[in-house]
């Protein structure tokens, strides 16, 4: 079966860091997603990975290791405005299907 | 706004109904990806159409069709409805054919009574 884990929740401070992880296990892998959710909207894309080490755009950067089936996305500066949902997507090896975790749920406080 | 453009954005229906779900891609998009977004079950792909034709099936119910026509626009067509069926339902398009950036619509709110 598919499986993607993300932790529910996480509570950050305005201006830190946020390191949010991902761990899957699916029967074939073509990909790893970072959208961005806030409540009632649509997810937004933020990054893509296919080979593992870092991607980085901008304030947000996006880890892969395949052997360890492992990511985390990483928010650096965070703003009150990054509260929102962050949903990790598998991307299967054999056409374009997605499989989602169930999102993370991040609070920046003041 | 992402350029993909849903219609309705909100849709109250009872049991049993059928209602049609429209989506206009990006322009220039060739994909169009539907999902489902409901509380309990999270985000998931139904399924995706590529230049017209079917090209990645998920968790899509007998219930449910779609189809993607020669302007490029979609529809997702979803029958006798149950309760359960309340979500909502996005459409995301990309140039390609594989997912490696899709843009979402805003989606359709269906409420089934």
């Known amino acids: 079966g598919q499986n993607i884990d993300q932790p529910t929740e996480m509570t950050a401070t305005e201006g830190a860091i946020v390191q949010i992880n991902c761990t899957y296990q699916?029967?074939?892998?073509?990909?790893l997603f970072w959208y961005q959710q806030h409540a009632g909207e649509a997810p937004t894309f933020l990054s893509y990975?296919?080979?593992?080490g870092l991607e980085e755009k901008g304030r947000f950067s996006s880890f892969l290791s395949r052997s360890k089936g492992y990511s985390y996305l990483l928010l650096k500066e965070l703003q009150m405005k990054d509260s929102a949902s962050y949903l990790c997507?598998?991307?299967?090896?054999?056409?374009?299907?997605?499989?989602f975790g169930a999102g993370t749920i991040l609070r920046v406080k003041s | 706004d992402s350029g993909v453009t849903q219609t309705p954005k909100h849709l109250i229906t009872a049991t049993g109904q059928r209602v049609t779900l429209r989506c206009s891609p990006r322009?220039?998009?060739?994909?169009v990806y539907w999902y489902q977004q409901s509380l309990d079950q999270g985000l998931q792909f139904l399924i995706q159409?590529?230049?017209?034709?079917?090209?990645a099936k998920g968790n899509i119910l007998e219930r449910f069709s779609a189809q993607q026509f020669p302007d490029l626009h979609s529809e997702l067509n979803l029958s006798s409805l149950e309760l359960g069926d309340s979500a909502l339902y996005f459409c995301?398009?990309?140039?390609?054919?594989?997912?490696?950036?899709?843009?979402f619509g805003q989606g359709t709110r269906l409420t089934v009574v």
């Open positions: 699916t029967s074939g892998f073509n990909g």
């Open positions: 995301a398009s990309s140039v390609g054919e594989l997912n490696t950036e899709a843009f």
């Open positions: 990975n296919v080979l593992d």
């Open positions: 322009s220039g998009d060739l994909s």
């Open positions: 997507a598998v991307c299967m090896e054999y056409g374009n299907k997605l499989v």
């Open positions: 159409y590529y230049n017209g034709e079917e090209r």
